[in-house]
């Protein structure tokens, strides 16, 4: 009669290396610590919904640690900041140490708009959606190159076009806010009600009048009366 064999003896550190054991199964990834991983690279503001399907956390989970990380930064005086921007969270120079990134990427260039750009950028702004024609009507030059500018640089965008005119009208972009760092239009200064109505204003109809200059970018041009 055959005596059965007992159990052999099992190693458990065999056992380990037979049958491993996927870490990332058993702990999720650290939810604050994943957040500035991912924000570090983004190029534009990030979502807490995206951000939380991205991570696997629940929308509020994210939103609470993405407040904490912000207060965090501004506690510690980090050279840099964490804010909700145009309906997203991105990091963002300290307004303190701007002129420092600006001496250190620009390298004494300045790369900004010019005072042109930044009054027609005004007006569309506080009139949007307006035609080109009502932005040249209220600043009182050809505007068509200058328009040209933003629309290339995507702070500016078509939005369709005017019923009674067929002219085409355009608002800002969700870059525009990025830029200005802004949630929404609502949070523009009000400055609005100092602005005068297009039909206040001559050269209303200059809406298709090439530009006098039509190789300049951001030049203007005076309106033909």
């Known amino acids: 009669m055959t005596t059965p064999e007992a159990p052999a003896h099992r190693d458990p550190e065999q056992d380990a290396e037979r049958d491993p054991v996927d870490e990332r199964e058993e702990a999720p990834v650290a939810l604050r610590p994943a957040l500035e991983a991912v924000l570090m690279v983004v190029d534009e503001p990030a979502t807490e919904e995206h951000l939380a399907r991205v991570l696997g956390y629940p929308r509020r989970a994210v939103a609470d640690a993405l407040r904490e990380l912000a207060d965090e ?21 300290r307004p303190a140490y701007a002129s420092v990134v600006d001496g250190f990427v620009l390298d004494g260039q300045h790369a900004r708009l010019t005072q042109a750009a930044l009054e027609t950028l005004a007006v569309v702004a506080y009139r949007q959606p307006v035609s080109r024609s009502r932005v040249s009507a209220i600043r009182g030059v050809n505007c068509d190159g200058v328009m040209r500018t933003l629309l290339q640089r995507g702070l500016l965008a078509e ?19 990025e830029r200005m760092g802004l949630r929404g239009l609502d949070e523009l200064p009000e ?35």
């Open 73 to 93: 930064y501004t506690r510690d005086g980090r050279g840099f900041e964490l804010r909700l921007v145009a309906g997203g969270w991105r990091y963002y120079t």
């Open 159 to 177: 939005a369709g076009t005017e019923p009674e005119t067929g002219a085409i009208l355009y608002v800002t972009t969700h870059y525009f806010l």
């Open 191 to 225: 400055l609005a009600p100092f602005l005068p109505e297009a039909d206040q204003v001559e050269g209303e109809s200059q809406e298709g009048v090439p530009s006098f200059d039509v190789d300049a970018d951001d030049g203007d041009s005076p309106t033909d009366h």
